[in-house]
């Protein structure tokens, strides 16, 4: 899916996919007992244009590498398909996509991956040694994450290409606890991606 868990609302801290690069990890303190709380934010794969363009442009300049030949991106309302430099900061493209109209956008302007979702639910799970999921708690807001079940997932519902969702996470280390620096539960989302067209 062309989305992904952030830990900040800027969204440039995405919560690394596969790898320990950048996990949604905390340290513990596991003799007494701790939890910790943080918000996380969900949205498309995005960039913004690194220089203008007009609506006779084909070759589109972003400040970041983030798209891959076939698909679809979103700049105002525009669809625009890639058609090469899927990977690269330059692609060449396939302008007014979809019956949109090939416009004039300004430089820095955002680029979103053209998908809707459906029926997105975010699950913790524990694959690696006994599983811990059942510390994790998730909630729509901090004040839900007391009433929530542990180990519960958490229906998002449904996102557009351009908005943003968020959401909070709570891990309760048990008291007489080892001191834990927890790199293994995983935030595993599911739903149905749709393109715009």
């Known amino acids: 899916m062309a989305?992904?868990?952030?830990?900040?609302?800027?969204l440039t801290q995405q919560i690394s996919e596969g790898s320990l690069t950048n996990p949604d990890s905390d340290v513990f303190n596991g003799t007494d007992g701790e939890s910790?709380?943080?918000?996380?934010?969900?949205?498309?794969?995005?960039?913004?244009l690194a220089a203008a363009v007009d609506g006779?442009?084909?070759?589109?300049?972003?400040?970041?590498?983030?798209?891959?030949?076939?698909q679809i991106i979103i700049i105002g309302s525009e669809q625009i398909l890639i058609t090469s430099g899927g990977g690269t900061t330059e692609l060449t493209v396939e302008r007014g996509y979809g019956g949109t109209t090939a416009g004039n956008h300004s430089s820095g302007t955002?680029?979103?991956?053209?998908?809707?979702?459906?029926?997105?639910?975010?699950q913790p799970v524990d694959e690696v040694g006994s599983s811990e999921a059942s510390w994790v708690k998730l909630a729509a807001d901090q004040a839900g994450l007391?009433?929530?079940?542990?180990?519960?997932s958490l229906a998002l519902n449904n996102k557009a290409h351009s908005t943003?969702?968020?959401?909070?996470?709570?891990?309760?280390?048990?008291a007489a606890t080892p001191v834990q620096n927890k790199t293994d539960i995983k935030l595993r989302l599911t739903g149905t991606e749709s393109p715009i067209i």
């Open 3 to 10: 989305i992904h868990l952030f830990k900040d609302s800027e």
């Open 146 to 152: 007391d009433a929530a079940v542990a180990g519960a």
């Open 56 to 70: 006779a442009t084909t070759t589109i300049p972003l400040a970041e590498a983030r798209f891959a030949d076939g």
């Open 36 to 48: 910790k709380d943080r918000q996380l934010y969900l949205a498309n794969e995005q960039t913004t």
């Open 110 to 122: 955002k680029v979103y991956s053209g998908y809707n979702y459906s029926d997105l639910t975010v």
């Open 164 to 174: 943003t969702l968020s959401f909070w996470r709570r891990i309760i280390v048990p």
